[in-house]
């Protein structure tokens, strides 16, 4: 939950600007910045701005506005990346299962090459 958010979270760093990133595309909404570890040639991930941790705490606190807005910055980083031809992935790691690392909510684009299939 927003209550639990974790202000000093790498990403909330990235995001006041303490921590320099890769930006690849920024609007009100979002943020998405190249990966420090990519793992296929364009790896971007994309963030909202607000303190959500989980999909639970952005589908209950966010507006809708600022979930369109986060979604569309998805769409649109693919595009301009020129991944919308050849095609690319979105992950999102959710929770310990999954090993989010980071707790503030991301989507990650992989893309570049032919990617292998998806593994779970
Ligand atoms: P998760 O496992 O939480 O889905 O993924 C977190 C991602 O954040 C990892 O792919 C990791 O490489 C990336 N990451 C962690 N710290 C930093 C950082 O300081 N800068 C950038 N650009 N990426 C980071």
């Known amino acids: 939950a927003i209550a639990d958010y974790d202000d000093n979270n790498i990403f ?3 995001l ?3 921590i320099p ?3 690849v595309y920024e609007d009100q909404w979002a943020l998405a910045f190249h990966d420090i570890n990519p793992q296929a040639p364009v790896h971007v991930l994309v963030i909202p701005k607000g303190r959500y941790v989980s999909w639970a ?3 209950k606190q966010a507006s809708t506005e600022e979930v369109a807005g986060f979604v569309r910055a998805v769409g649109t980083v693919g595009e301009m990346l020129g991944l919308e031809a050849p095609g690319y992935r ?3 790691n959710a929770g310990l299962d999954a090993h989010q690392e980071v707790p503030h909510l991301h989507v990650h684009i992989f893309g570049g090459r032919k990617l292998g299939p998806m593994l779970v």
């Open 21 to 23: 990133n890769k930006t």
């Open 90 to 92: 979105l992950l999102a």
């Open 57 to 59: 705490d952005f589908s």
């Open 12 to 14: 909330a760093r990235i």
């Open 16 to 18: 006041r600007g303490e």
